[in-house]
Nanobody
Framework: QVQLVESGGGSVQSGGSLRLSCAAS????????MGWFRQAPGKEREGVAV???????KYADSVKGRFTISQDNAKNTLYLHMNSLEPEDTAMYYC????????????????????WGQGTQVTVSS
């Protein structure tokens, strides 16, 4: 069983930066994918960035060039470095994970992930 705990959210002004962390307990025994999703009030949850156990990454078009996903395997921690934040980035950010076999090509499909953190709020003011 994998458990995920996010931290690092907060309030910043437009143009600012934040780093989110996701501490994972438990182990995957095969290739896996971990990612960040976000959900703004009244909107569906959307994928932001994902990384697999080989280090391959994918980003949503809205965050390319501004956000960077990374993982520290020694610390079992996933990160999301967010730069040039915009008010449109305001949302609850969630860490998610699952085996790559379950995710398939659904990198940014929330229903493909079985393991979720509780979320951390990011608020960007103009």
């Amino acid at each position: 069983q994998v458990q995920l705990v996010e931290s690092g959210g907060g309030s910043v002004q437009s143009g600012g930066s934040l780093r989110l962390s996701c501490a994972a307990s438990g182990n995957f025994y095969s290739t896996y994918c971990m990612g960040w999703f976000r959900q703004a009030p009244g909107k569906e949850r959307e994928g932001v960035a994902v990384i697999d156990s080989d280090g391959n990454t994918k980003y949503a078009d809205s965050v390319k060039g501004r956000f960077t996903i990374s993982q520290d395997n020694a610390k079992n921690t996933l990160y999301l470095h967010m730069n040039s934040l915009e008010p449109e980035d305001t949302a609850m950010y969630y860490c998610a994970a699952d085996y790559l076999l379950n995710i398939g090509l659904g990198w940014f499909v929330p229903a493909r992930y079985n393991y979720w953190g509780q979320g951390t709020q990011v608020t960007v003011s103009s």
